[in-house]
């Protein structure tokens, strides 16, 4: 229905001004989850980047990443409330494959209502790019470890992240480093571009795409069993929902994008 009211603006304790506002409620509810076009048992993500970190006090931030605990667990309730249910979070190494700081944050995404099942790790290098089999092999140990943390809050499956928008000999480079996170049962992610499915899609398990929604070839993505996301148009802009309901909205689902 239409809602009716006003907005009053004091200084001081004084009313300075009043604006009428009118708000028109649409007669239909979000889904809990959407499946894709093209595979109606696969989930349709919405998805961000997500740079709020708790810094572990109480004390309110203006930051690009740092927040108090109530910060974060408000913008995080946020998300979930209107359907951004698994989102990257940004955390580093430092938390990731620190025990203890790892569970702090698992916590509060639970207390926040995120709900499991899939953690997506955006920081950039999770997982490197080291051949020597001695450091891969104690690679994959922090891995196991991470993911065994993670299922303690019901995550059963656990997404790190590569390098980001790395191309060319720097892109390649991670192949041994993902094959062997493959071996314990770790995915993996990462932003890329057009030349990422020639060069790594036999070995990534979610691109998120950089460029044109025309040129992505998610068939080709679905054919290796992986997953693609898109983002970058635009990165960011105006305050306008219908530049981002057209960019990020119905023309992915419809082209075949997992989120």
Not at 164 to 191: C, F, N, R, T
Request: hydrophobic share 40%; proline share 5%; aromatic share 14%.
């Amino acid at each position: 229905g239409v809602y009716e009211g006003v907005v009053k603006f004091s200084s001081r304790g004084k009313e300075i001004a009043r604006l009428p506002v009118e708000l028109e409620v649409l007669p239909f509810k979000l889904p809990d989850e959407a499946e894709t076009v093209y595979d109606a048992s696969r989930r349709f993500t919405m998805g961000l980047y997500v740079w709020a970190t708790p810094s572990g006090g109480d004390e309110a931030f203006i930051s690009p990443m740092c927040r108090s605990r109530e910060q974060c667990l408000n913008e995080w309730k946020t998300l979930v409330d209107n359907g951004v249910k698994y989102p990257a979070f940004i955390w580093g190494n430092h938390v990731v494959f620190n025990d203890a700081r790892f569970r702090e944050y698992l916590a509060l995404a639970r207390e926040a209502g995120f709900p499991g099942k899939t953690l997506y790790l955006g920081a950039s290098g999770h997982i490197g790019n080291d051949t020597d089999p001695a450091r891969l092999a104690a690679k994959q140990v922090q891995l196991v470890q991470a993911m065994k943390v993670a299922k303690e809050f019901g995550f059963e499956e656990v997404y790190f992240y590569g390098f980001d928008e790395a191309q060319g000999a720097l892109l390649v480079s991670q192949i041994p480093a993902w094959k062997a996170a493959h071996e314990v049962g770790a995915k993996v992610m990462v932003s890329g571009y057009t030349s990422h499915y020639k060069l790594v899609g036999d070995c990534l398990d979610l691109c998120i795409y950089a460029g044109e929604a025309w040129s992505a070839r998610p068939s080709d993505w679905h054919g290796n069993g992986a997953r693609i996301w898109k983002y970058n148009t635009p990165q960011a802009g105006p305050e306008d929902p219908g530049i981002f309901r057209r960019s990020y909205g119905l023309d992915l689902w419809r082209r075949g994008f997992d989120g």
